[in-house]
């Protein structure tokens, strides 16, 4: 006796890992939540490093879900524009031709599409109270003879050792 066992793929979000269930978030990859969080750390993060040609190939990976985090924390692996490659990206460095060479005049758009997704994850930022600002802390007052100072504080040290 055989039972049938069919099992769906159930889609999980490339960011918080919850179950997608429309059509569209599976398609992208991301929930709606997410993917909103996703777009507005494209318009705030800085990617001043990169040009507007890789911003929108950035863009569009992230887009395609072709940047999926690794079981590795901050390492993510990016498919390459044409589909054959998938380059092991972290914001600081990527294994691809251009991220390999040593003297590169700017970082490849994979680091682009990784540094847009972690933006995505960073903390929001607290907004700042609408009260008077806060007064900075009054300067501490150095001891006049800094030696003498510090052979008190050895002396009363020594005393509790």
Same mark, same amino acid.
């Given at each position: *006796?055989?039972?049938? &066992?069919?099992?769906?793929?159930?889609?999980?979000?490339?960011?918080? #890992?919850?179950?997608?269930? &429309?059509?569209?978030?599976?398609?992208?990859?991301?929930?709606?939540? =997410?993917?909103?969080?996703?777009?507005?750390?494209?318009?705030?993060?800085?990617? &001043?490093?990169?040009?507007?040609?890789?911003?929108?190939?950035?863009?569009?990976?992230?887009?395609? $879900?072709?940047?999926?985090?690794?079981?590795?924390?901050?390492?993510? /692996? %990016?498919?390459? %524009?044409?589909?054959?490659?998938? #380059?092991?990206? /972290?914001?600081? $460095? =990527?294994?691809?031709?251009?991220?390999?060479?040593? /003297?590169?005049?700017?970082?490849?758009? /994979?680091? =682009?599409?990784?540094?847009?997704? @972690?933006?995505?994850?960073?903390?929001?930022?607290?907004?700042?109270?609408?009260?008077?600002?806060?007064?900075?802390?009054?300067? @501490?007052?150095?001891?006049?003879?800094?030696?003498?100072? *510090?052979?008190? @504080?050895?002396?009363?040290?020594?005393?509790?050792?």
């Amino acid at each position: *006796m055989t039972t049938a &066992s069919t099992q769906e793929h159930e889609a999980h979000c490339l960011r918080c #890992h919850r179950p997608l269930k &429309s059509a569209e978030s599976i398609a992208r990859g991301y929930g709606a939540g =997410c993917w909103a969080k996703v777009r507005n750390a494209e318009r705030t993060a800085d990617l &001043s490093a990169w040009t507007e040609s890789q911003i929108e190939e950035a863009r569009q990976a992230i887009e395609d $879900g072709a940047v999926v985090p690794s079981a590795r924390p901050g390492v993510f /692996h %990016v498919v390459s %524009v044409d589909g054959t490659e998938v #380059h092991r990206t /972290h914001r600081n $460095g =990527c294994n691809c031709t251009a991220g390999l060479k040593t /003297h590169q005049p700017r970082p490849c758009w /994979h680091r =682009c599409a990784v540094a847009i997704v @972690l933006a995505s994850q960073a903390p929001a930022k607290p907004a700042a109270p609408a009260t008077a600002p806060a007064l900075a802390p009054a300067p @501490l007052t150095a001891a006049a003879d800094i030696w003498a100072e *510090m052979d008190r @504080l050895t002396a009363a040290f020594m005393a509790t050792v």
